[in-house]
């Protein structure tokens, strides 16, 4: 089953290159096709990340964080990293790889990561 997380961050406040600079600290091969970078690790599924700056991005933010403690935090959010997953019992099953993947972003970016199987927000770990 295909599915997407999303890491979103205020605007500016990142970019692919930043992304891709945390995916390689954190030990993963990454590649850039000119649009998405692409990372994975031994024995892991290759994980698409995609940058997203369009309107709509700050009013899915603000929907997803109505009624929660981050509501105001996510509500000046107009940037995400989308995060696909080819193959999401897979990843779940090799958790490591995915969580690192959404650290790094977290880290590149300060952003709040959604995760839309749940509807969890983890807040990324300089936010007070």
């Not at 295909?2 to 945390?22: M, P, Q, W």
């Not at 993963?28 to 892991?44: E, H, I, K, M």
Request: aromatic share 10%; glycine share 6%; with cysteine.
């Amino acid at each position: 089953m295909n599915s997407t997380c999303l890491v979103f961050f205020r605007d500016g406040s990142s970019s692919l290159l930043r992304a891709e600079e945390e995916l390689r600290r954190y030990k993963f091969d990454v590649r850039f096709d000119g649009t998405s970078l692409f990372a994975s690790r031994f024995q892991s599924q290759e994980f698409q990340i995609t940058l997203a700056q369009l309107p709509h991005v700050l009013i899915e933010a603000r929907k997803i964080a109505q009624g929660t403690e981050y509501a105001q935090a996510l509500g000046e959010c107009g940037s995400r990293f989308e995060i696909s997953i080819p193959d999401l019992d897979a990843a779940l099953n090799e958790i490591n790889s995915l969580i690192e993947v959404q650290g790094a972003l977290q880290d590149a970016s300060s952003g709040y990561l959604f995760l839309p199987w749940n509807e969890q927000i983890i807040k990324p770990w300089d936010a007070s």
